[in-house]
């Protein structure tokens, strides 16, 4: 999720399409469960890298979007 907050090419798009493939791959939420909240906080550090930059920012919610397909109510706490 760190990488997420790279602004240098082709940094943005591997972390990016890395990032996609983790969430989306079989049997994803189960292994992604317990890390939600340390997810958590490298996403909001990600939100907040990436508020000045629109592409960023929006790659940020597509993770985050991404995130809660996989884990569905193990998100709402954070």
Do not use: I
């Amino acid at each position: 999720m760190e990488g997420l907050q790279e602004t240098d090419h082709p940094f943005v798009t591997v972390a990016q399409l890395a990032t996609r493939e983790l969430l989306t791959a079989p049997d994803a939420g189960p292994k992604v469960a317990p890390l939600v909240a340390q997810l958590a906080l490298r996403l909001r550090a990600s939100l907040l890298a990436t508020s000045r930059s629109p592409d960023g920012f929006l790659a940020t919610l597509e993770v985050l979007r991404l995130l809660s397909n996989c884990v569905g109510p193990e998100l709402n706490p954070h």
